[in-house]
């Protein structure tokens, strides 16, 4: 019981080893929206930084000629355009910086989520490598045990080692059963024709799938699914 529950369970983690390929596509999938999602904020950033020199640099200019219109230097219309240059100015600074401290903030949380997110795949990075070298090694467990069981039955025939890892990967304990029966009866009869032809043996699995087996003379090269 206990190693027809393994033969099982040997698809199983295959299964899980599948679903975990995929989330860490979707996580690697998502690093990357995030990446050009910081990337685009970077940029806005940069650009509202620019601005904010830009109006800082034309204000201290400004100051620095302030002397000549507060003694009286400047003729009263020289000194209105002045006025008038400095709060425009000043208005711009005030904007550009309530603006790049806006920036700077959305930079900070997509760089924040970004982090989350590397995070995240790399937690899922190392999940899938956990499972994938469990069911590596149950499948190959698996497999040395069918080949045991399948070359003492059915010793007219001899096999691929890779139709053992395939037969435990893909099917079932009780699909493995129906192909059995298959592979009984091919194995009973004067020629591999009595089951199949053109070298394929389709074998029924109980279920909406089939297993297809490849052989040559009396090798079995492959088996897979259809």
């Known amino acids: 019981m206990g190693s027809e529950m393994c033969i099982r369970d040997s698809r199983v983690m295959c299964t899980q080893v599948e679903k975990a390929r995929k989330e860490l596509e979707k996580c690697e999938k998502d690093v990357s929206v995030k ?5 685009e904020a970077q940029k806005k950033y940069d ?3 620019d601005r904010l020199n830009i109006a800082q640099n034309d204000f201290a200019k400004l100051e620095d000629v302030k002397d000549d219109y507060i003694n009286n230097r400047k003729t009263e219309d020289e000194s ?11 208005r711009e600074m005030d904007r550009s ?17 970004l982090k989350l997110a590397c995070e995240k795949a790399e937690e899922r990075k190392i999940y899938l490598e956990s499972v994938q070298k469990t069911a590596d090694e149950e499948t ?7 080949k045991i069981k399948w070359t003492a039955f059915f010793f007219k025939y001899s096999f691929d080692d890779e139709v053992f890892e395939s037969a435990v ?3 079932s304990r009780e699909e493995l059963r129906y192909i ?8 009973d009869s004067a020629s591999m024709l009595a089951v199949g032809d053109n070298n394929v043996i389709r074998a029924y699995t109980g279920g909406k ?14 088996i897979q699914s259809m």
């Open 180 to 187: 059995e029966e298959t592979l009984k009866e091919a194995h």
């Open 140 to 146: 190959k467990k698996r497999a040395k045990e069918l």
């Open 47 to 49: 650009a509202a930084m």
């Open 80 to 90: 209105k355009r002045y006025y008038v240059q400095v709060n425009d100015t000043k």
């Open 209 to 222: 799938y089939t297993a297809v087996i490849t052989y040559e003379d009396r090798h079995i090269i492959s």
């Open 97 to 113: 910086l309530d603006d790049s401290d806006r920036k700077k903030k959305r930079l900070q949380e997509t760089e924040k989520e």
């Open 35 to 39: 990446t050009d999602r910081m990337t």
């Open 169 to 171: 990967s893909i099917f």
